[in-house]
Nanobody
């Protein structure tokens, strides 16, 4: 299983950013893909996930209405589209996968990418 994130960087508050996760080495359509972030000093948080079997999604309350998760099963890629970003969104974002359905607990995702930094300036 390989998960490779891209698209992070620096953005001003109120701006938008799109993260990409390129997946390989497993049956992509049978897995749930999640985005987990780690903000310094805080516990990891699963912000969004998508079940590739039926396209259902789930978002944490902290990002609901601002983040969207989209999966392209043809290219084995998942996108996290973030808007109205605030400095509180700053952290390392990880793409993660689990074999089974949606789950809001980051500990339930056994496969992780290397992570990518997102920094939102005020």
């Amino acid at each position: 299983v390989q998960l490779v994130e891209s698209g992070g960087g620096l953005v001003q508050a109120g701006g938008s950013l799109r993260l990409s996760c390129a997946a390989s080495g497993f049956s992509f359509g049978d897995y749930t893909i999640g985005w987990i972030r780690h903000i310094p000093g805080q516990e990891h948080e699963l912000v969004s996930c998508i079940d590739n079997r039926d396209g259902s999604t789930k978002h944490s309350d902290s990002v609901k209405g601002r983040f969207a998760i989209v999966s392209n099963n043809a290219n084995n890629t998942v996108f996290l589209e973030m808007k109205d970003l605030t400095p509180e969104d700053t952290g390392v974002y990880y793409c993660a996968a689990r074999e089974d359905g949606l789950n809001p607990f980051w500990t339930e995702y056994g496969y992780w990418g290397q992570g990518i930094q997102v920094t939102v300036s005020s």
